[in-house]
């Protein structure tokens, strides 16, 4: 089929070309690529095209997250190019995603999400309970940190960078004696065969939005809006809009070591269950709460302000004065 004929099978009214930004890991080309699937499919005849972004992330591998701004270290370079129209879609792993961005960028698709769990990738003592007192663990996530600390305070925790294959041979090469990555990487890259143990709810909740994508786009571009609109979970967004609104309200600019997890219940009900740690993971307060599906913003509202109730602010401020 060539381009024009493609263009004219489209839907009237809507753009025949559609330019999807991503980072160019391999994790986020293959999530770009299975969107870029996903909507060829949906409509025959568009042409999709993905343009590569170097985030500011993707530059410094070295740095501790927190140390280079945390917050929008792998999105603000897309988002500017959405917003310059250099690109129409954006393809992030929500939980890179900060909450409050740009007023005129939105969520136009969040698609079902993958397994939200995070995985443990130890060769020689396969569990987090087999690891021997100062065994090496790497992560360069804070919630993944005070997690393992608040479970196992004598594990050694050392600060990792890098893509997925990156991290994952620091465990398989012996360099650490155990890495911590999120499952829905690992599954989506066909690397989980090296997961050791599966660490998930209730017990070891993940981070806000892991496991799932937001596909973002321009709030006034109703054409995108409309092709991305079949890609919506609605069970799906409505779990990371409560899980995304908790943190919005807990973490005043930066980077805190916080775990969500919402999900709905038999009942037709959307619970969420939040942590929020210090950063050692010493001390640790739980919120968990129900509330209606429609309105998934107020129950994380509600949440963020019980996890306030119970001191997570002391908690937080104990890290932001390190």
């Known amino acids: 089929m060539t381009t024009n004929e493609a263009k004219e099978s489209v839907p009237q009214g809507m753009p025949g070309t559609l330019r999807i930004g991503t980072r160019g890991s391999q994790l986020a080309r293959w999530q770009a690529e299975w969107v870029a699937d996903s909507l060829r499919a949906l409509h025959p005849g568009l042409v999709v095209e993905l343009i590569e972004i170097k985030t500011q992330g993707d530059r410094d591998r070295n740095s501790p997250l927190a140390a280079i701004g945390g917050l929008g270290l792998f999105t603000k370079e897309i988002q500017r190019a959405l917003l310059d129209c250099t690109v129409d879609v954006a393809v992030h792993s929500l939980k890179d995603l900060p909450t409050r961005g740009p007023s005129e960028l939105t969520l136009g698709a969040v698609p079902s999400r993958e397994d939200v769990a995070d995985a443990l990738i130890a060769p020689n003592y396969k569990t987090l309970a087999e690891l021997p007192a100062n065994a090496t663990v790497g992560t360069g996530s804070l919630r993944r940190r005070a997690q393992l600390l608040h479970i196992r305070p004598n594990l050694q925790i050392v600060q990792i960078r890098g893509n997925v294959e990156t991290r994952l041979r620091q465990a398989t090469e012996g360099k650490v004696d155990a890495v911590l990555l999120a499952e829905a990487g690992l599954r989506r890259l066909g690397l989980d065969s090296h ?128």
Do not use: K, N
Request: with cysteine; net charge negative.
């Open 195 to 322: 997961v050791t143990e599966r660490l998930g709810p209730p017990s070891f909740l993940p981070a806000v939005g892991q496991g799932a994508l937001g596909i973002e786009c321009r709030i006034d571009d109703e054409a995108t809006l409309a092709l991305l609109a079949p890609l919506d979970d609605a069970a799906t967004h409505r779990a990371v809009v409560a899980e995304r609104e908790a943190l919005a309200e807990l973490e005043g600019g930066c980077m805190i070591p916080m775990a969500a997890w919402a999900h709905d219940t038999a009942e037709g009900l959307l619970s969420l269950e939040a942590m929020v740690y210090d950063p050692d993971g010493r001390e640790r307060v739980v919120a968990s709460l129900v509330g209606p599906r429609v309105d998934p913003g107020e129950l994380g509202r509600r949440v963020a302000e019980e996890l306030r109730s119970q001191g997570a602010e002391r908690l937080l401020r104990s890290q932001r004065s390190e």
